[in-house]
């Protein structure tokens, strides 16, 4: 960088050009700060990188060691004190505190080694750092927003210093990954979340805006705590909790222009409520309906590749019929009606089963969500979630009487210690009857609530599974045999969504830019990749793989007319001149 161009500043305000304010001036500050306030701002800190110059220019002689390190050696002791940290939740703990510190390095060590520090950073070990939240807790990140607040609500987000927010991830922590209700616990998802916008698809983290909406928690153990850093109250009748998020929607609306409210970890219920709300008139999505429903639809895109299927002719069963379910139904659907296919014609290939037995036409109470999805069929009895194993007749019976192509796991649901899954021997060996390569994908998280583990899977199918989960698994080696278990996972899609919308300042988030990013990433799988049983591209090149995707979803935005940017003659380039790449800048 020229001797004459500062740093910018990295939350928004303006540059600042040193020659033109003189010499003097010119060595006086960095974003309006000089000596301990830059050490102390983690979004401009270069911690030990500052050369003589700047050090003598800032006033940090004597505030910081006399040696001065590059960003590779300032990394090198990050990577070393890592590994004296004994659990993941540990090099968690660590690397947010780097955050705090230093935002430049923390990014730095994410990329230089993403399929080793994304899981970190977020799933799986994000799940055992929100249950811990409040006991963790070092230093606030992002903003927390009171239904105490509620008539107020634009002037606290007025609050937050960057003027441009691109993003917000907002949750209200009532569905945490397969945990439940957390409530203020739940924060460390959206924050989780943007790490991962910036880390794998290079959104500029300094418009990304975590946000947790409290309206309280259920979950009496929260409230019980000492630590617990929510409302100490019961959650809201809905019209009360929905007014709420009505007022913060409109208020984002005039105080961000241009940001894209991305809903995160809602209860189901209230995450399709909220989603088909808002989404013919804000720029939003929820990624636990349509990132994950793309995520697993790029999955069965390239399954069927190894089945040698089409989507149009697959049956597919779900165990679960949530939010995940019904977005990943509805994706299925609006796939198939781009092939040409009646959307009536594609919702009876697919079935479901939630807690109350197979989803059912005439079932009393039944969902408004589910009802496109409720078949003329025989009911079956409810569930009983203290011996899952005992359920597994009824879906075995269920895949005796539909013989689904596919099983897709979303139930969420905990298993009581040493009961069985729910993807049982006889579910999978019923499945495996009717298909040459039946397709399970198994995706409730954490690990103890997967319904059927890789080397069951692979066990119990003679080694016939196209095989995937909710979270990483290592190789499994089964009768000579070495299987790649594949992580649906949807780091690989909402941060090229996001940063496509970033790029493009879309208008509106649509299914359709879902649809692409699916394609996107399952063409990203090489032939070679897919004869081992990938699904989806390995995550050490997960820049280069959202890079690609964020430019497919982006031309679909041009093209659908949602960009209230110019269009780019060259698409690739325009994708990749946004692109934030985390090292130093001269600065004196």
């Known amino acids: ?15 600042t050009n040193l020659e033109k304010r003189g010499p003097v ?19 401009i800190n270069k911690a030990t990188a500052y050369t003589e110059a700047e050090r003598q220019a800032l006033g940090l002689v004597g505030l910081i060691p006399d040696a001065t390190e590059s960003e590779d050696l300032q990394l090198r002791r990050v990577l070393q004190q890592l590994e004296h940290k004994a659990t993941d939740l540990e090099r968690y703990i660590f690397l947010i505190s780097l955050l705090d510190n230093d935002e430049t390095l923390f990014y730095r060590t994410l990329v230089s080694d993403p399929a080793r520090f994304l899981p970190i950073v977020y799933d799986p070990t994000i799940g055992y750092a929100c249950l ?9 990140r992002g903003m927390y927003l009171s239904i105490t607040r509620k008539g107020h609500v634009k002037e606290v987000l007025r609050n937050w210093p960057v003027k441009d927010v691109r993003v917000i991830c907002v949750t209200n922590g009532g569905r945490i990954l397969g945990l439940g209700d957390l409530g203020a616990n739940g924060m460390g998802i959206p924050i989780g979340k943007l790490q991962l916008y910036a880390a ?41 909790l929905y007014t709420f998020v009505d007022e913060f929607v409109e208020a984002v609306q005039e105080v961000f222009p241009n940001c894209c409210i991305h809903f995160e970890d809602w209860t189901g219920t209230d995450a399709i409520a909220l989603l088909a709300r808002y989404r013919d008139e804000v720029c939003c999505y929820n990624d636990d309906i349509q990132g994950t429903a793309g995520v697993v639809l ?12 089409q ?21 299925i659907v609006s796939a198939l009606g781009q092939q040409g296919v009646p959307t009536e014609t594609a919702r009876q290939q697919i079935r479901m089963f939630d807690t109350q037995g197979l989803v059912v036409a005439g079932r009393p109470g039944l969902a ?21 194993a005992s359920e597994c007749p009824q879906i075995a019976a269920a895949i005796e009487d539909f013989k689904p192509t596919a099983l897709i796991g979303v139930s969420g649901n905990a298993l009581p210690a040493n009961s069985g899954r729910l993807f049982s021997r006889e579910v999978v060996e019923a499945t495996a009857r ?14 103890e609530h997967h319904e059927c583990l890789p080397e069951q899977a692979y066990a119990w199918s003679g080694g016939k599974a196209v095989y995937a989960s909710g979270v990483p698994f290592p190789p499994v080696h089964q009768g000579g045999q070495t299987f790649l278990p594949s992580q649906a996972n949807n780091l690989y899609i909402f941060p090229a969504v996001g940063m496509a919308v970033h790029a493009t300042n879309a208008k509106r988030v649509t299914d359709e830019m879902f649809i692409e990013a699916a394609h996107a990433v399952a063409d990203q799988v090489s032939p070679e990749q897919l004869k081992l049983g990938m699904l989806f591209p390995p995550q050490s090149n997960i820049l280069e793989t959202e890079i690609k995707t964020a430019v497919r979803v982006a031309r679909m935005v041009f093209e659908s007319n949602l960009a209230r940017v110019a269009r780019p003659a060259d698409c690739e380039a325009f994708i990749r001149s946004h692109v934030y790449k985390p090292d130093y800048h001269r600065i004196a």
């Open 368 to 388: 408004a969500h589910k009802l496109p999805y409720a078949h003329k069929l025989p009911p079956s009895k409810p569930f009983n979630h203290l011996d899952p």
């Open 25 to 43: 001036a010119a060595a006086a500050t960095v974003a309006g700060k000089r000596g301990i306030d830059i050490l102390h701002d983690p979004t």
């Open 298 to 309: 790029a999955g069965l895109i390239n399954a069927l590749k190894i089945t040698g299927g």
């Open 132 to 140: 811990k939240f409040g006991h963790i807790y070092r230093r606030a």
């Open 1 to 15: 960088m020229s001797k004459t161009t500062s740093v910018l500043d990295k939350r928004g305000t303006e540059t």
């Open 311 to 331: 989507l149009k002719d697959q049956r597919v069963l779900f165990l679960g019929a949530g939010s995940a379910a019904i977005g990943l139904a509805d994706l």
């Open 434 to 447: 009717f298909n040459a390569r039946p397709i399970i994908f198994a995706l409730s998280n954490p690990t």
């Open 200 to 240: 794998a698809a290079g959104v500029p983290p300094q418009g990304l805006l975590p946000l947790y909406l409290d309206a309280g928690t259920n979950n009496q153990a929260l409230l019980n705590d000492p630590l617990y850093l929510g409302l100490r109250r019961q959650r809201p009748s809905t019209d009360e």
